[in-house]
């Protein structure tokens, strides 16, 4: 069965660190490009970064550059977004995707279902 689950969501204050994971099942995730999304209540969903499947090139938006590294983990046939200085505008629901694209981020594919992150004081 083809899935891909994130994790590491929750509560921070911000400054704070969580490092979110996606673990994917039914396929190999460092074959594919992958990248992670964001979608703010009450905003469309935005890209956030991504890895391709082509020598690992990564991509990073403006908002969070400096402050997130997204990772493969191969050994875990997953990929992981370590994030960092969190601020408040980083609130919102976290989604996992991969496809085979030779894009730098991924486009259709696989989704996860999300992971929710809260920065608030």
């Known amino acids: 069965q083809v899935q891909l689950v994130e994790s590491g969501g929750g509560f921070v204050r911000p400054g704070g660190s969580l490092r979110l994971s996606c673990t994917a099942s039914g396929f190999t995730m460092g074959s594919q490009t992958a990248g992670w999304f964001r979608q703010a209540p009450g905003k469309e969903r935005e890209v956030v970064s991504c890895i391709s499947r082509i020598n690992n090139d990564t991509y990073y938006a403006g908002s969070v550059k400096g402050r997130f590294t997204i990772h493969r983990e191969n050994a875990k046939n997953a990929v992981s977004l370590q994030m960092n200085s969190l601020k408040p505008e980083d609130t919102g629901v976290y989604f996992c995707?991969?496809?085979?694209?030779?894009?730098?981020?991924?486009?259709?594919?696989?989704w996860g279902q999300g992971t929710h992150v809260t920065v608030s004081s």
């Open positions: 995707s991969a496809s085979l694209t030779l894009s730098r981020c991924p486009n259709g594919g696989y």
